[in-house]
């Protein structure tokens, strides 16, 4: 059976336990706002969405984390978001950063290197941003939701494209040394797919223990943060239970639920 992808029979007989569906795309501006729009198709005609998982091969106008772009060309790089039910509570604002642990687990196990995670949820290698994690929930008035999981990933993007872009601070999995049988045709998709499937195992019990293992920060290094027009600056000192960053400020320990660390 061919698909949008080529032959994928289908994505080379891989099956997931938790993500029920695939939806692949040749090119579409951005894999979260397909998602978002099937969740909007399925809240207004009143129906249960199963786990699902959109592809493109080709993103045009991919979104990072404020507000900047995050586009993937040819067959150097994966797109791929995740639409799953988003349960009332409030372990909610545990997701992002759960879902940045579990991917950095899956994938670095998947390919052999060893990958940090920025908080809230940004995949680096030695250094490099190798991949960008963007988590958008859907509330309903009823208390349940969506949420949608956006991973973008470099895989074989050579060092003059990204420079090209004026991306000096990424890098992709070829330019790590990950051998090239590992990222052959539908291979890194699948490696993808499967690593979001782990996202929905459910919640981690110990999450600063489990950031902390995976996490490029350490405690006392210099953290800036910048979420809209406020910055806070300090030094990190891990996670709460819940996911919101520590930093030892001036004026004491600030917690920080959201934003962009623009300086580490």
Known sequence: MTGPLGALAPLGGARFGRVA???L???T???NDVARALVEKMISEDT???PTCVVARRQTAGKGRAGRSWSTTG???VAVSLVAPWPAGPGRIRVPVTAGIRLARALSAAWGVELRLKWPNDLFCRGKKLAGILVEGRALPEGAGYVVVGVGLNVSTTRAELDALGLSAAT??????????????DLPLVAVLSALD????GEIDDLPAAFAAVTLHRVGDPVEVRDGDR????????LTADGLLRLETDDGVAELISGDVTGF
């Open 48 to 50: 249960d969405l199963l």
């Open 29 to 31: 501006a951005s894999t």
């Open 231 to 238: 910055v806070v600056a300090g030094r990190y000192r891990g």
């Open 198 to 201: 782990e996202t929905l195992e």
């Open 21 to 23: 569906n695939v939806v």
């Open 172 to 185: 992709s999995l070829a330019l790590e040394g990950v051998d090239a049988t590992l990222l052959r045709g």
């Open 25 to 27: 795309l040749e090119e």
């Open 75 to 77: 067959e150097g790089a």
